[in-house]
């Protein structure tokens, strides 16, 4: 039973354009959910996270988009860049979860090409 | 700041043989590590959880007596790999989440840079 899921595994963009990265959830007590970037043979990075009393967060290129009726949330970047290829994992948090388990996504390969 | 470091970061080893993974937050407390596996084009898959000073939590399906996890200090915790066998061969990546003084919640998880283990 997939909590998360990426259902693109894949996205290509030109350079300068924007990048929109989908992740949908099932379950309703998700209230945190954030957004990490993985190379390849390398951890994930935390790029940007959002609280569900929020719809959106914005750092720098990246901004975050939350519906919570849908269950839906977004990444967007602008403008894209070749170095922002890599897999994105989105990731979500219940709020009955005090032990800071995060259930994450299958990811999305992005990759931005010059 | 955040920085999680994991030590080796790769590793080759004989089938039946141990393997310690080690993984530390360098410049903060974490009250919470975490252990994943990663095979090639997959997603995160959470083993298990440490807390230190108890008992780690296995996820359904991992096999404790397999992948032993110490939790030493809120600056360490250790898998290890016993009597491995070629399938145990992944990616294994740790991370760690900071307590938040006065009880707040903080749900981020900071990455080390994994553990390549093969077995041969």
């Known amino acids: 039973d997939q909590q998360v899921k990426q259902n693109s595994p894949s996205l290509s963009v030109q350079e300068g354009r924007i990048s929109i990265l989908n992740c949908d959830y099932t379950?309703?007590?998700?209230?945190?959910f954030l957004w990490y970037k993985k190379y390849p043979a390398e951890g994930p990075t935390f790029l940007i996270s959002?609280?569900?009393?929020?719809d959106k967060n914005e750092d720098g290129r990246f901004t975050v988009f939350l519906n919570k009726s849908a269950k839906h949330l977004s990444l967007h970047i602008v403008p894209s860049q070749p170095g922002d290829s890599a897999v994105y994992f989105c990731?979500?948090?219940?709020?009955?979860?005090?032990?800071?388990?995060?259930?994450f996504g299958q990811g999305t390969e992005l990759s931005v090409k010059p | 700041g955040a920085v999680v470091s994991q030590h080796p970061s790769w590793v080759i080893c004989k089938s039946g043989t141990s393997v310690k993974i080690e993984c530390r937050s360098l410049?903060?407390?974490?009250?919470?590590m975490f252990w994943y596996r990663q095979f090639p084009k997959q997603s995160l898959m959470l083993m298990a959880t440490?807390?230190?000073?108890?008992?780690?939590?296995?996820e359904q399906g991992v096999e404790k007596d397999k992948f032993l996890i110490n939790h030493a200090s809120l600056t360490l915790s250790t898998l290890t790999v016993t009597s491995a066998h070629p399938e145990d061969s992944s990616f294994y990546i740790c991370?760690?989440?900071?307590?938040?003084?006065?009880?707040?919640?903080?749900?981020?998880?900071?990455f080390g840079p994994g553990t390549r283990l093969t077995v041969l």
């Open positions: 991370s760690a989440r900071s307590g938040l003084a006065g009880g707040g919640r903080t749900d981020t998880q900071y």
């Open positions: 379950n309703s007590m998700f209230d945190y």
């Open positions: 959002i609280s569900s009393i929020k």
């Open positions: 990731a979500a948090s219940p709020q009955y979860n005090q032990g800071g388990k995060l259930i």
């Open positions: 410049d903060f407390q974490a009250t919470t």
């Open positions: 440490s807390n230190e000073g108890s008992k780690a939590t296995y």
